[in-house]
């Protein structure tokens, strides 16, 4: 059957999210019910390059809105402008597929690309459209809320809701084994989830790379608490959080990714330092990937249905090359060029860290 409308095509990118599945179904049912075709591409832009994708139906989304992980598939390493290959022997040649990509869309007869994702896939699609000439709409995706533009990125809600739990398990062990807990959430070089998880959550010291912290300021606040007779404190601390002066702690150095490092291990460190300087027993717990799994949440699942719907809105506007995004509780588009621009950081006067503040949060300075 020859569709009336035209033919899109929707692909996740990046590190995995919770709610990329709910964007999906409405996308695909969006689509569909305004007499598009839509192609689903597998794996990212991988599936763009290698030409693996197939034509959606409700059947295919039907159900899926509270699922975590996506149905398609993600890789947040395969750049088509800059695609590796890796040899039998270990080495890396890399190859630019922008044609392969512009062919392969040209044969599906695919008009439009709807690509979700985070910076990394969201600056390819920008690529794709200035280079190539692609039309593409955006949707932004990343547990980190770090993308510009948009006062939420999707995923979010539901990583500080997994962060809040795990603070508020750690009371308990905390308070019986009269110990310093840390818990090393995620959020790159963003506080985003730390400030949120744990003001929600109730953390004594929120550190978050915005603000560089002075182990000295963290110290104070553990002895303040044990004068009080509190014998236990938790410490909620970003994974790009650092000392003043000091450096980012890296786990590891990343390949043919969007990202030059990986992030991790600043908890444990911290953990120690305070151990060692005021002998009261503390643990690290990273949180790492439970961030990125399970189900959204209302306001995610809700997030989601309203941008995949304004995505293929958009594609009947034809108002290409945006991002959707949100403003003042309003879905709107933004230019894709201004979307790829700096992270956005928490401004250092964010109400939230001056309610912080107010009942006696450290945050380090
Ligand atoms: O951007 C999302 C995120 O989960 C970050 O918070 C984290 O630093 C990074 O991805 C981890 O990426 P990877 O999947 O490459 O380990």
């Not at 938790?234 to 650092?242: L, M, T, W």
Request: charged share 20%; aromatic share 6%.
């Amino acid at each position: 059957m020859i569709s009336s409308k035209g033919t899109l095509a929707v692909l996740t990118g990046g590190g995995d999210c919770p709610g990329l599945n709910a964007v999906l179904s409405s996308v695909v049912k969006s689509a569909l019910g305004n007499g598009y075709d839509i192609y689903g591409i597998e794996n990212g832009f991988n599936g763009l390059i290698s030409d693996t994708m197939k034509l959606m139906t409700y059947s295919d989304v039907s159900g899926i809105l509270p699922r975590g992980g996506t149905v398609l598939g993600t890789t947040n390493r395969d750049n088509p402008f800059k695609f590796a290959h890796v040899q039998t022997d270990g080495s890396v040649t890399y190859t630019d597929e922008r044609e392969t990509i512009v062919r392969n869309l040209r044969e599906r007869g695919i008009e439009v690309l709807i690509v979700i994702g985070g910076d990394g896939s969201l600056h390819i699609a920008e690529e794709l459209s200035r280079e190539c000439g692609v039309k593409v709409i955006g949707v932004p995706k990343t547990i980190d809320n770090d993308l510009p533009c948009t006062e939420r990125t999707f995923g979010f809600d539901t990583a500080v809701a997994t962060a809040t739990e795990a603070v508020d398990k750690l009371h308990s062990t905390a308070e019986s084994h009269h110990r310093v807990m840390a818990l090393e959430v995620m959020g790159r070089y963003a506080g985003w989830i730390a400030l949120y998880s744990g003001i929600a959550g109730g953390a004594d010291v929120i550190l978050i790379p915005e603000i560089p912290y002075k182990i000295e300021s963290v110290l104070h606040k553990i002895e303040q608490r044990r004068r009080l007779g509190k014998s236990f404190s938790i410490v909620v601390v970003a994974e790009g959080a650092k000392p003043v002066g000091g450096e980012l702690t890296v786990a590891r150095m990343v390949k043919d990714s969007f990202e030059q490092v990986r992030l991790g291990g600043v908890g444990e460190k911290l953990t120690r330092e305070i151990e060692a300087k005021t002998g009261i027993e503390s643990r690290c717990t990273v949180l790492g990937y439970l961030q990125r799994g399970g189900s959204p949440t209302a306001f995610d699942r809700l997030l989601c249905v309203r941008y995949g719907s304004a995505a293929v809105a958009a594609c009947l506007e034809g108002n290409y090359n945006v991002m959707v995004a949100l403003k003042g509780d309003k879905i709107v588009t933004v230019p894709i060029a201004q979307a790829g621009s700096k992270a956005r950081n928490v401004e250092l006067d964010n109400d939230i860290i001056s309610a912080g503040r107010q009942i006696g949060i450290c945050f380090g300075d």
